[in-house]
């Protein structure tokens, strides 16, 4: 003589956890993605961030918000890699980026509401990429690195949401001029490590300028008695660092 057990609560709770759990995640990288919304595009507004070390840091640009924000959630912390992981590739959309995978997240929401399965729609989000990134090709146009002018009204579109978009015409033509110098003619890509920023208190903007050398920050001692300023200077050999 056989018996069967009727299954406990525990059970059905169990089944029920995976949902609860991709639920928390969606709506902790939402919140993350609302939180940048409004900084979006030249009307954006700015944020004031006060960071740990008591600095008050202004600004819209997606991942300088998202970088000082006490971000604890995993998923959350996920969204702010993905947009430093567009600030390095591309250098611009890092708010753009986070703001459109939100919205995919709000769409898969309302998908696993109606009971399709997670991997279905994973598989058609990647199939939807790929059709994406097809379409995105045949609107676009290559630009040529000789032609300087377009890349200057390429630079300051990029500029017409910053914190600086007044100055655009200034930075602009810095910024392509830099990278110009960096970059080889035959690269998809430029390292720009080679490039260095050295910000200096007190001064403007318009104030800012390129330097095709190297510029040392260090402050000189003037106590130590030697030369602070040698011209035609011989140099024997390179030291790498």
């Known amino acids: ?34 939180a940048i919304r409004t900084s979006l595009g030249p009307k954006g507004m700015d944020k004031m961030i006060k960071t740990g070390r008591g600095d008050v840091i202004i600004s819209n640009d997606g991942h300088t918000i998202l970088k000082h924000m006490a971000v604890l959630h995993p998923v959350a912390k996920m969204l702010v890699d993905l947009s430093g992981a567009q600030d390095v590739e591309a250098g611009d959309g890092t708010t753009s980026v986070v703001i459109l995978t939100g919205a995919l997240l709000g769409a898969a929401e309302k998908l696993l509401n109606k009971g399709i399965h997670p991997t279905v729609i994973s598989e058609s989000f990647q199939k939807a990429s790929i059709r994406s990134v097809e379409i995105l090709k045949d609107m676009s146009h290559k630009i040529s690195l000789s032609d300087r002018d377009q890349l200057i009204r390429a630079a300051s579109t990029s500029l017409s949401s910053k914190i600086v978009s007044q100055h655009s015409s200034l930075l602009a033509p810095i910024a392509v001029d830099s990278v110009l110098k960096v970059v080889n003619q035959d690269a998809t890509n430029v390292d720009l490590s080679d490039i260095r920023l050295i910000k200096k208190v007190g001064g403007t903007i318009d104030e800012t300028q390129t330097v095709d050398g190297v510029v040392l920050t260090q402050n000189v ?14 140099i024997d050999k390179w030291i790498k660092f």
């Open 221 to 234: 001692i003037k106590t130590a008695g030697g030369p602070t300023r040698m011209e035609k200077a011989k």
């Open 1 to 34: 003589m056989s018996s069967a057990v009727a299954p406990s609560n525990a059970t059905f709770k169990d089944k029920e956890k995976p949902q609860e759990v991709r639920k928390a995640n969606i709506i902790a990288a939402r919140a993350v993605a609302d």
